[in-house]
């Protein structure tokens, strides 16, 4: 039967690239809404979908932040997880999850 403690890890390398991927996503999708804010203003929106437009734009802000914070945290734990588990280290599951560390290292 596989280790445990390599499902754990492969479960938490998951996490941090999801919560990595959305983060993206909600940067991308803020700057995408303030620029069509951008375009509603030059072309003289109305005050009522401008509101909604930067209530939007508030949303993904917010969205981000939650993203940060739930990042930050998986990104510790999984650090943790393999700091613990050097026994595994020539498992792929490991080498996944370091390389997964990797990559999330730019969002901080």
Same mark, same amino acid.
């Given at each position: 039967m596989a280790d445990p403690?390599?499902?754990?890890?492969?479960?938490?390398?998951?996490?941090?690239?999801?919560?990595?991927k959305e983060k993206q996503s909600y940067e991308k999708e803020t700057e995408t809404e303030k620029s069509r804010l951008l375009k509603l203003k030059d072309n003289g929106g109305d005050s009522h979908t401008l509101r909604k437009q930067e209530e939007?734009?508030?949303?993904?802000?917010?969205?981000?932040?939650?993203?940060?914070?739930?990042l930050t945290a998986a990104y510790a734990d999984l650090k943790a997880v393999l700091e613990n588990? %050097?026994? &595994?280290?020539? $498992?792929?599951?490991?080498?996944?999850?370091? %390389?997964? &560390?990797?990559? $999330?290292?730019p969002h901080f």
């Open positions: 403690r390599l499902k754990q890890i492969r479960i938490k390398t998951g996490v941090v690239n999801r919560i990595a939007v734009i508030q949303e993904s802000a917010m969205m981000i932040t939650d993203c940060q914070k739930r588990e %050097k026994d &595994l280290s020539e $498992a792929e599951e490991f080498q996944n999850a370091s %390389k997964a &560390l990797e990559l $999330a290292l």
